[in-house]
Each structure stands twice: as C-alpha cells, then as structure tokens.
C-alpha cells in the first residue's frame, strides 16, 4: 500500500471530528474482523479531543468492540496523569471513561516517572508485550492518531532532536527546551512508520503555514517523516488549517 498522503479537508472542526471519528470506527471493524483485535495510538494535544468526544458517542461506540482495543499513547508530558497537561488525563475524561474498553487493555505512558529512560523503556517493554513483538520486530498499529505543532512536530518528535534519527528504539524520553513542559515521552518514527495507518488531526488557521509546508515538503520537518512504510496515510483538517494548501476534497 502507498503511503502518499490522501488529505481529506472538513469544513469545520465539527466536521473533521465527525470524519475522525468514523475512520477510527471503520478501522476498528476492520482489524476487528482481519485481526481479531484493534490496536489503536492516541494523540495528545487539544485537537483530537472533539473526535474522542464523537466517538464516546453511543452512535460511534456502540460499533467498535471495545473488549477487543488496545489503547496506547503516542506522547506524554512529564506529569501526573491527573495533571491538566496530561494527554492521558484529556484521553481519559473524553473518551476512555466513557466506553467500555477494559482498563488493563489501556496502556498510558508514566510521563511523570523520575527516571523518563526508564519509563520510556518500560513503555517499549508493554508495547512490545501487548503485540507479542520480539527483538528486533516493530509493533503495528492498527491505527495512529497524530497532532502537528506550529513548528512541525508531530508526538514529541520536535525540529533538531536527535531523536528523530532513532532507528533501533520504539520509545524515547525527550527534552524540549522550548516546549512548556520540557521533559516528554514519545514514540519514535521506526513505529510510526511501520503502523497500517496513521492519521494527523489538524485544525485551525495557525497551522495553515506548517500544513502548506509540510505537505509541499518545503523542509524536512518532523511531521513530514511519517511516511507509513507499507501503510496509508492520511491528514484529516478542517478548511482553516487547509488554507493555503491548493487542494481540496471539501466534506
Ligand atoms: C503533545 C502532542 C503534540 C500535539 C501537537 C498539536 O503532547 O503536545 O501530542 O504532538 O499533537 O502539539 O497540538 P494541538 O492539537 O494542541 O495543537
């Protein structure tokens, strides 16, 4: 499968989480029935939480078999999970509280361990568990769902980070000096890349510049790294993040 993206404007953010949320449904029933279960990548951030939202919805929960999901996490900040800027915490309170995934299939990352090393190994040694990888072999997600930041991040996988030439790890503790909450855990592109399907959320008309660059490939930025190896993906925005890209299939 190719991995050139396919983007897929929205008119609005309400759309864009009605469009989110039904790609998450009919990824679910897919690897449901091919698989047996779905494993699923949460993004943090604030965009995705109107699709979690949507799709705690009876009318989109009630069609994904929640016994049969795995829940993981693409980046965590360096706090508590009750914490406001937790990524689990906003995860949890919009979606993961609200259906019935069993809590032991919902794996999120100890962003506020001590020691980020550690738990970013930790966090490898569960994924690799839950996907019965060995040594060597990449866990693949069902479905990633990605942000983008203004400078073109995606997860926590920023600009000049050595991490994003990491090729052996699947998880990493990161510093972020200009982030507002500097220490981070993250996945690592090997992973991304090697998911059947990854999907950024974006919204809003301060993207517009990072999308138009990042789709146009005007500068190696992070998030134009994700590029599935033999996985589909797709960016799903609304019109204002879209702005100044010369395409459009408009929902
Ligand atoms: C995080 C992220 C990050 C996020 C982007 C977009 O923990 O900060 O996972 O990569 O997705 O910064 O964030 P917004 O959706 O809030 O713009």
Not at 11 to 18: K, N, Q
Not at 208 to 236: C, M, N
């Amino acid at each position: 499968m190719a991995s050139d993206p396919n983007l897929i404007v929205c008119a609005d953010p309400d759309a864009l989480a009605e469009t989110a949320a039904q790609l998450i449904v009919d990824a679910a029933t897919e690897a449901v029935t091919e698989r047996g279960r779905f494993m699923m990548c949460l993004a943090g951030g604030e965009t995705p939480r109107a699709t979690y939202a949507r799709l705690a919805l009876a009318a989109y929960s009630e069609r994904v078999r929640w016994d049969r999901t795995w829940v993981f996490f693409g980046d965590e900040r360096a706090v508590p999970p009750d914490h406001p800027e937790s990524n689990y915490r906003m995860a949890y309170e919009t979606l993961l509280s609200r259906v019935p995934v069993p809590p032991e299939q919902i794996f999120r990352m100890h962003g506020e361990h001590a020691d980020s090393d550690s738990a970013a190994a930790a966090y490898a040694v569960a994924l690799a568990e839950a996907f019965g990888t060995r040594r060597g072999e990449l866990p693949r997600f069902d479905a990633v769902l990605l942000g983008l930041g203004v400078d073109g991040h995606t997860a926590s996988l920023f600009p000049g980070s050595p991490v994003l030439r990491e090729v052996f790890r699947t998880v990493a503790a990161v510093h972020v000096a200009a982030a507002q909450i500097p220490q981070r855990l993250t996945l690592t592109f090997p992973v991304l890349n090697a998911a059947a399907r990854v999907v950024f959320l974006v919204a809003g008309a301060e993207k517009a510049k990072i999308v138009r660059a990042v789709l146009s490939e005007q500068a190696l930025l992070p998030a134009a790294l994700v590029r599935p190896t033999d996985g589909e993906l797709v960016w799903l925005t609304d019109r204002a993040a879209a702005g100044l890209h010369p395409v459009g299939e408009v929902r």
